[in-house]
Structures are given as structure tokens and as C-alpha cells.
């Protein structure tokens, strides 16, 4: 027998602070320190665009942070289908509004560089719409767990969702290289665009937004995890 | 205006967005932990024990998977 005072102890979160969530936030706070250093004093000021070519940086970052979740929810999503685990679901969802903030990240401060750069906030660039489609697929991802109720169709349409939206991250990808544009291309078949102090202060600003989405990721699928919990308890208790 | 102002507006937004998610996530935390304050309160009144047997059958709003973690604890 177990009561439900006792059950639902866990749910308040402190037997959730483990190492992870004690020691992933210092590490990605000191490493997004760092990216700031090497962004705005180790790399130097780009000739052609100056200053403002230092968003770069944290925009690559954001935009690689967001093909990493969507490949996340791609993988956790196939393993929520062959397994009907409800801890790959968590992970999904969580992949997936987490992947959706820093996409929104990557188009905004793009828009601002790009309004310096180009003289315009927007142009319907393949690299620039393809990314809005990815954005919008995910905020659909997110939309439809809102509006189905029922918790195994909400995990299975969503997962068919998040495998089917992956396809647009590789044409996000290839954009620039299969269709005529005006966005930069840094890696090519000659190598990185950039001097080796730009690639040092990419590389750090990747890592620190990387070490920021793992943290995310930890605090959202805990989240996550005791918000089911409790629904089932309240569920229980006959409050719903 | 210079490149300066739009390297501020730039980075600006990056943190502004990522803090307003933080913000989101803290809020849903405190909210989380506000119901289970409540359904403590509610407890109080009287234990409701939760049989073994229950517990193995799939929950009402979450398969099964979803309960196993702290069922364990």
C-alpha cells in the first residue's frame, strides 16, 4: 500500500536536485560567460560588415541548438511509437517547445543582422523560409498537444508529427547550397568562411548554447514528468 | 543607425527570449508545487491510501509509464 501524501512527496521537486540539475546551470552560465568573451574581444571585427557581424555568433549557435532538439524529438519520437513509453513522450515535448524558443532566437536576431547587412529585416529567401516553415511545423507540434485531450493520442499524433517535421531540418540545411541566396555559406567544400579566431568564438558560442538547451532539457522533462504524476493522482482523488 | 546599436538590439532579443522561457518554466514550477500543496491540504483531512493493485492499472489521465517513477520512491 502506498498513500497518496507519500506518492506525492516527489512532486514538489526536491527529490529531483540531483547532480544534473545542481551542476548543468553553473556549467552552461560560466560557458555562456565565456562565449561573451570570445564574441566580443577574442574574435575580430569582421572588415566588410564590422560589429554587428558579432550576432553571428550566437545566432548560429541558437539555430544549431534548434536542429539538435528537433533531432531529439525526432529520435524520442520514434522510440515513443515502437515503445509506447511515456518518458520518451516527455522528452519529445520538452525537446520540442525547447527547440521552437531558440528557433525563435535564430529568426529574430538573423532579422536584426540581416536589416544592417542586407537593408531589409526580411526577404523570402530559401534559408530565411525554409526556417519560418520549421518554426511554424513546431509551433503546430505544440498547438496540437493543446488541443488533444486524450494524454496516448495526444503522444502518438504528436509523434507523428515531430518525425514528419524533421524532414524540413536537412532542407533548412541544404538551402543555401541547393537554391540561388543571398545568405552566407560558412562551410564548404574549400572549408570555414571565417578567420580562426571567428571559428574559436562559434565553436565556444555552439558549446555554451549547447550546455543551455541540456539544461533546459533536464528542468523541462522533470517538469513534465510531475505534471502527469499529479494529473493521475488528482484523477485519483476524483478532482478532475 | 550604426552596427553597434543593432549588435545591442541583436544579442538583446537572444537574452530577453531566453529569459522570458526561463521565466515560463519557473512559473510552471511554482504552479506545479501550488497543487501539490492543495492536494496535501486536501490529504490532510484524511489519508487516501492507494492500492497496489490501482497503482498497476493504467491512470486515468497517463498511461501507465507516467506513474512508475514515483510509485517506486
Known amino acids: 500500500m502506498m498513500k497518496l501524501s507519500e506518492r506525492i512527496v516527489g512532486l514538489d521537486g526536491l527529490r529531483e536536485d540531483g547532480v544534473l540539475r545542481w551542476a548543468l546551470p553553473r556549467v552552461a552560465a560560466i560557458s555562456v560567460l565565456v562565449g561573451l568573451y570570445f564574441a566580443f574581444i577574442f574574435a575580430e571585427t569582421e572588415a566588410t560588415m564590422g560589429d554587428v557581424q558579432r550576432i553571428f555568433y550566437f545566432h548560429v549557435a541558437s539555430a544549431w541548438v534548434a536542429f539538435l532538439a528537433f533531432f531529439v524529438v525526432f529520435v524520442t519520437s520514434i522510440a515513443y511509437l515502437r515503445t509506447r513509453n511515456w518518458q520518451w513522450d516527455s522528452i519529445a515535448c520538452s525537446a520540442a517547445e525547447i527547440g521552437t524558443v531558440f528557433t525563435t532566437i535564430a529568426l529574430i536576431s538573423g532579422s536584426i543582422w540581416a536589416k544592417k547587412a542586407w537593408g531589409a529585416y526580411w526577404t523570402w529567401d530559401p534559408r530565411l523560409t525554409t526556417t519560418l516553415i520549421l518554426w511554424l511545423i513546431y509551433i503546430s507540434y505544440l498547438v496540437l498537444r493543446r488541443m488533444v485531450e486524450t494524454p496516448q493520442q495526444r503522444a502518438a499524433f504528436s509523434s507523428v508529427l515531430g518525425i514528419i517535421g524533421f524532414v524540413d531540418v536537412p532542407i533548412v540545411f541544404l538551402s543555401i547550397r541547393l537554391w540561388r541566396t543571398i545568405h552566407p555559406v560558412l562551410i564548404s567544400q574549400e572549408g570555414m568562411d571565417m578567420t580562426g579566431r571567428m571559428g574559436a568564438a562559434m565553436g565556444v558560442a555552439v558549446i555554451a548554447f549547447t550546455l543551455v538547451f541540456a539544461t533546459l532539457v533536464v528542468i523541462r522533462v522533470s517538469l513534465e514528468r510531475r505534471r502527469v504524476e499529479l494529473d493521475a493522482v488528482k484523477a485519483h482523488l476524483g478532482l478532475y | ?73
Open chain 2, 1 to 73: 543607425m550604426s552596427g553597434l546599436w543593432f549588435l545591442a538590439l541583436g544579442y538583446g532579443v537572444i537574452w530577453l527570449v531566453l529569459f522570458a522561457y526561463v521565466l515560463s518554466l519557473v512559473y510552471r514550477e511554482q504552479e506545479l508545487r501550488r497543487e501539490v500543496k492543495f492536494i496535501t491540504q486536501i490529504l490532510k483531512d484524511g489519508e487516501v491510501a492507494l492500492p497496489t493493485a490501482q497503482r498497476e492499472s493504467p491512470p486515468a489521465e497517463g498511461p501507465r509509464e507516467a506513474r512508475e517513477p514515483s510509485a517506486a520512491t
